[in-house]
């Protein structure tokens, strides 16, 4: 796969991880449990996917392909690191809200 679309792939896979984890944020802010974990789980998909591509630029790397650092795989790399950091925050989060629920309806 050409080295640019390996970017933008890890660029939209992070992307869209954050904006999961921030959706699990709400969902769990919202009360709608279920929900925020779902989210959660597609933020991990995502992750998942763009660290794929991250590992092929590696792979590369390893076997001696000389690949140059560009701006935007610094950026993209900038990206893939904060939705990973993101997502673990909105794990926290969900559980959070799920835990301040259960006090506030006389539960532990």
Not at 27 to 45: L, M, N, P, T
């Amino acid at each position: 796969m050409e080295f640019e679309m390996i970017i933008m792939n890890l660029l939209n896979y992070s992307g869209e991880a954050r904006s999961y984890s921030m959706e699990a944020i709400q969902f769990a802010k919202d009360g709608e449990v279920e929900k925020a974990k779902k989210s959660i789980e597609e933020a991990e998909q995502k992750i998942s996917l763009a660290h794929k591509f991250q590992t092929s630029l590696i792979h590369s790397e390893a076997q001696g392909e000389k690949l140059s650092i560009s701006l935007l795989l610094i950026h993209a790399e900038d990206h893939l690191m904060n939705a990973i950091t993101i997502k673990d925050m909105a794990t926290e989060f969900v559980d959070l809200y799920v835990r301040m629920s259960k006090i506030s309806n006389g539960g532990c």
